[in-house]
């Protein structure tokens, strides 16, 4: 891992370090003997760093055995298997659904205000700096002054966006950008949607018209279906953004604002009750505040920072 990346991470995660390490830390001051009362207050902090209940109870018990087994006395020793614990938990993202007959068809998903539009904009500039032929889709048809904050966006970054009117079908939207982003063979389109219209019921039934859109033109697009989730909203919000999306079938996760959260934990609550891979992680409103996940490198910056 680049140097770089890590101090960035330790940056973007030091509210989190300091919200969650800290209480532990304090913990292990108060009480330096490993007894059950001392794992109780571990497992509330657990839980009040947005480890669900379910989860904490579970790192708990392997903690418990872990103690044991490996003969730890001390909470240098316990805090050490702890973050072993949480990097065993956050699993590794399976390899990327890259296509490798055309461009690569990322569509971006998620409640009003999570990040969306910013996090295509960081998307973009992560591609481009791998050299890729980046191109963008407002398909966010519906709130007003969306389709300009991509197009500014698309300019700054000197990539090309696929634009209909305020109010016009998103899924024809779509489907001209995927024409275009194979007629001018582009490797990655991003698409832009909405995060809010008059019922959830409706914006569930424009997604699915999308994603059929886009498959007249492109077969098993899209290739991946990212759901973007605001790290700052706690665990039951990010739950209940997971009902609402459950019918649409998504790939993996963006977790955003983690720069913003004092509760580290809600890495593993959302990957886990999701059964999603955390493909990247905002770290902040710019352009460069964006990473790939992975979870050693996650954990380690969030114990270090
Ligand atoms: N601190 C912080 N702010 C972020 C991050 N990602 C996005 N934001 C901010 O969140 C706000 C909303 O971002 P948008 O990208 O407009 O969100 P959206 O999901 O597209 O919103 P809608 O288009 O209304 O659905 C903006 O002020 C962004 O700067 C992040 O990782 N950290
Ligand atoms: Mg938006």
Redesign the pocket.
Known sequence: MGIGIFQQLKS?LSRAHKGFVGKLDSLFTRSRKLDEEMFEQLEEILIESDIGPRMSGRILGDLRTAVKTNKVSDSAGLKALLQAEMIKLLKSPPAWNHNSDGPTIILII?????????????LANHFLKQKKKVLLAAG?TF?AA?ID?LKIWAERLGVDCIAHQDGSDAAAVCFDAVTAAKARQVDILII?T???LHTKAHLVEELKKIKRSIQKVEEGAPHETLL?L??TTGQNGLLQAQVFYREVDTSGLIL?????TAKGGVALTVSNELSLPIRF?????KID??TDFNPREFITALFEA
């Not at 998620?110 to 996090?119: D, E, L, M, R, S």
């Not at 992680?281 to 409103?285: Q, V, Y």
């Open positions: 973007g998620g409640i009003n205000g999570v990040g969306k539009t910013t996090t295509i904009a960081k966010d709130r969306a904050q832009d909405a995060g809010r973007v605001d790290a955003t604002k983690m720069d913003g992680i905002g770290l902040g409103e505040d964006l």
